[in-house]
């Protein structure tokens, strides 16, 4: 038994026989991550839980997985007692937890770019609980095969011990530069946890595009259709990704326009108009076919995507996105 052992709580070692209690604290934190995301809670709340999960729990996961067995104890004015590639104490524990969670996270960010749901901050908070529930079980099947006396427990005695010496014991000298340490990991975990609570302006967008169908059946952004015969059709597909952090009705506005050597009078024809509630992170497409009702060699075909309702005249001015393409329909198409 170490010297971290024997000041550990008998409670807190029979329960570490039984049960990694580390890792269902890191669930816990995982969770309740989790919940002040999805109830909006404060920022100075999201900040200081999400911060501590995404700057820990991600590392501290792979290292327990990694280390499953009890380390010694640092000897006194020294970081690391390392005795073996399977024993760390539990400052190296931590340093390593930093360490692979910075690793970690673009990772992830990639990964939560290239899913489905997109780059948002329920996919982020989703994609961070995934990885600590998984890597947390795997963590706990691994330490659960090794004998209890050789399984990793937290040292929490230990921990409060070397924080109140820090804190209270030495010159004052000593403790300022120790409160300084410890603060400027605080301002870290709140740094990160920044991300999460307080998204930037640049965070948020909309993606809109206007799509074709290719011979093989695949949507792409271009061959649009150049002339229309007499009563001719055209099926085009429209998709907006909302990357707005929140839910948004869209609308969109189709309308054809004469070029503005025409004369005024009906000069610009809405063709369609419909519209959509879409979540955060998700798709929606919608295929719709138009046809002009006004003729001309040179129209121009506008799509408006507005946020919310449109306008009865949507133009270029009060949309929110706007995309057009060029297209000839000679007399008596219409």
Sequence with gaps: MTYGESRMPAWQRALSDRVAADVVLAWILAAVTYLVVAIDAPAAIRMAIGGSALFVLPGYVLVAVLFPHRGPVAAPGRLSSLRGLDRVTARERMALSFGLSLAF????????????WGFSEAAIVGGLVTFVAVGGLIAALVRRRLPPQDRFRIPLATWAGELRAALLDGSPGERTVNALVIASVVLALLTVGGALAMPQDGQTFTNFAVLTENDDGQLIA??????LGPNGSASLVTAVENHEQETINYTVVVTVERNASADASDRTVELDRYSASVDPGERWSHRHAFQPTISGSQLRVHYYLYRGGAPADADAATAYRHLYF?????????
């Design 105 to 116: 996270l673009p990772v992830l960010g990639i990964g939560i770019a290239l899913s489905p």
């Design 326 to 334: 060029w297209l000839s329909a000679p007399s008596g198409d219409a």
């Design 222 to 227: 271009g061959d649009y259709p150049s002339e």
